[in-house]
């Protein structure tokens, strides 16, 4: 059971990634050096790497088949990270397209 939670987190790091590294995409720098060694991109690519060994830590324990289901949440996550800490707006576009990508995932692997 340990493992599976190991998995979401493995999830919930990878979000803060993709919202570490978008919120570096949107600062302006004056020089290509700082576009790509700033704080925000170097934090970003370091969660990646901590949810990658999670990820491989994870799957020593839980079956193959389980873990594209949770990291499906990860569509979840994304998207109220990015309302929350991006201000995005959250549409019932975006909603729906979620939801039809989790079904298809779960339908795919029952």
């Known amino acids: 059971m340990i493992y599976y939670f190991i998995m979401v987190l493995s ?9 570490l590294l978008k919120v570096g995409a949107n600062k302006k720098y004056d020089s290509i050096k700082k576009e790509y060694l700033n704080r925000y991109v170097i934090g970003g690519y370091f969660l990646l790497f901590l949810s990658t060994l ?34 995005e707006k959250i549409s019932w576009n975006i909603i729906l397209g979620n939801v039809i990508i989790i079904i298809g995932i779960i339908v795919f692997y029952i």
């Open 11 to 19: 999830v919930i790091v990878a979000s803060f990634s993709q919202i």
């Open 54 to 87: 999670l990820t491989i830590w994870a799957y020593t324990r839980i079956a193959y088949t389980s873990g594209p289901i949770i990291e499906s949440l990860a569509y979840i996550f994304v998207m109220i990270l990015s309302f929350l800490i991006l201000k």
